[in-house]
C-alpha cells in the first residue's frame, strides 16, 4: 500500500508527463485522419505480412495535428523499439552515423522537424534511407577513403512543418508515403476534448454546449483544444466551479482567449493593420516591426489561422484586413474601402 508521500510523488510525475497521457496509444484512440489511418493500416499489414519493416514515412503539416502521435502510433502497432531525435539536433554527420549504427533490426527512427537537417547530413542519409548502407569519408585530400557500412533495416519516420523547405531528393525517397495532416472537425475536437477529460479525471464533466465552445476556439488543433482542456479545468479546480459553458467562457476570457480562438498576439496583428495602417495592404516585415513580433511567428503561426478564418488576405502588394476582421474587432468598415483597392 502506498503512502501519502508516495501518492503525491506519483501525482507530482503525473502532472509532469500529462501531455504523454493524452497522447493517443492505440489506433481506436486517434480521432480524424481518417485517410491516413486507412492508408497506414494497409502500408502496416502489407509489411508485417512480407515479415519486412514498413517503407520511409513522411508527414507534414501545421503544428499540433498529431504527426508525433502517428509516429509513436507506428512503433507500437508493429512492436518496434523507435529512437526519436529532430532536425537540428544532428548537427554534424558522425551524428547521424552514431543514431544509425545503434538501430536494431526493424527500429523505427523518428525524425522531427527533418526540414532543418543540416544539408551535408542530409546526403549522408540518401544512401541509408535506399539501400541500408553508410558512407563514411576518412581522412582529407588524395589520402580520403571512403567506408560503406551495412546498416540493420529500419524504418525512417519524419515530420515537417515546412515541406517546401525538403528537398526534392530526400523527399523522393520516403516510399512508403507522403501524407499531409488535415485540421480537425468542431467534432473531432469535441471528441478528443471529451477523451482529454476523462483522463485527466476530474470531478465533473463537461457539459455539451462548454465542450462546443472549447471546440470552437481550439485553432481545429488537438494540441490547442488539449491546452484549453487543461486550463479550463485548473481554473474551475481553483473557483470551485462546474465545467460548464459559463466557466469556459471565463476561463478563456482569462487567457486572452476570445470567441474566434484568437488571441491576443493574434488581434494585436489585425488591429495594427487596420488602425495603424487602413486596414492594408501592408508587408509583412512592417507589421512584425510595428507589432514587435518576430516575423516568422506571423507568417507561420499567427497568419495561417486568420486566414483560414476569412479575417485577413495576402496579395501582392501585402496583407489587407477583411471587413469580417472590421466586424469582428469591432472597427467601422469604410464604405469606400472596396472601390479603392479595386
Same mark, same amino acid.
Not at 37 to 61: M, S, T, V
Not at 153 to 177: E, K, Y
Not at 213 to 241: C, G, M, W
Given at each position: ?184 472537425? *468542431?467534432?473531432?475536437?469535441? =471528441? &478528443? +476534448? @471529451? !477523451? $482529454?477529460?476523462?483522463?485527466?479525471? %476530474?470531478?465533473?464533466? /463537461?457539459? *455539451?454546449?462548454?465542450?462546443? =465552445? &472549447? +471546440? @470552437? !476556439? $481550439?485553432?481545429?488543433?488537438?494540441? %490547442?483544444?488539449?491546452? /484549453? ?114
Amino acid at each position: 500500500m502506498s503512502s501519502p508521500t508516495q501518492k503525491k510523488q506519483e501525482k507530482r510525475e503525473d502532472d509532469i508527463f500529462l501531455d504523454s497521457k493524452l497522447r493517443p496509444s492505440k489506433w481506436a484512440e486517434y480521432i480524424g485522419q481518417k485517410q491516413i489511418k486507412d492508408n497506414l493500416h494497409i502500408l502496416l499489414e502489407a509489411a508485417r505480412g512480407r515479415n519486412q519493416p514498413p517503407e520511409h514515412i513522411l508527414f507534414y503539416g501545421p503544428p499540433g495535428l498529431g504527426k508525433t502521435t502517428l509516429a509513436h502510433l507506428i512503433a507500437h502497432e508493429t512492436g518496434r523499439q523507435m529512437k526519436v531525435t529532430s532536425g537540428p539536433a544532428i548537427e554534424k554527420v558522425g551524428d547521424l552515423a552514431s543514431i544509425l549504427t545503434n538501430l536494431s533490426p526493424g527500429d523505427i527512427l523518428f525524425i522531427d522537424e527533418i526540414h532543418r537537417l543540416n544539408k551535408m547530413v542530409e546526403e549522408i542519409l540518401y544512401p541509408a534511407m535506399e539501400s541500408g548502407s553508410l558512407d563514411i569519408i576518412i581522412g582529407k585530400g588524395p589520402s580520403a577513403r571512403t567506408i560503406q557500412l551495412d546498416l540493420p533495416p529500419f524504418t525512417l519516420v519524419a515530420a515537417t512543418t515546412r515541406i517546401a523547405l525538403l528537398s526534392s531528393p530526400l523527399r523522393s525517397r520516403f516510399s512508403g508515403g507522403v501524407f499531409r495532416l488535415e485540421f480537425y472537425t *468542431d467534432e473531432e475536437i469535441k =471528441e &478528443i +476534448a @471529451r !477523451r $482529454s477529460l476523462s483522463i485527466l479525471g %476530474t470531478e465533473h464533466t /463537461l457539459e *455539451d454546449d462548454a465542450l462546443e =465552445e &472549447i +471546440a @470552437r !476556439r $481550439s485553432r481545429f488543433t488537438p494540441r %490547442t483544444a488539449n491546452y /484549453l482542456i487543461k486550463r479550463v479545468r485548473d481554473f474551475a479546480q481553483v473557483h470551485k466551479k462546474s465545467l460548464s459553458k459559463k466557466t469556459v467562457h471565463e476561463a478563456l476570457s482569462l487567457l486572452g482567449i476570445d470567441e474566434l480562438g484568437l488571441s491576443s498576439s493574434d488581434r494585436k496583428v489585425l488591429e495594427t493593420i487596420i488602425d495603424k495602417f487602413d486596414g492594408g495592404p501592408v508587408g509583412l516585415k512592417t507589421i512584425a516591426a510595428a507589432t514587435a513580433e518576430e516575423e516568422a511567428t506571423i507568417e507561420e503561426v499567427t497568419e495561417p489561422y486568420l486566414i483560414q478564418l476569412g479575417l485577413l488576405e495576402r496579395t501582392a502588394k501585402g496583407r489587407v484586413a477583411t471587413q469580417k476582421a472590421y466586424d469582428h474587432l469591432g472597427f467601422d468598415y469604410p464604405e469606400n474601402k472596396d472601390s479603392n483597392e479595386c
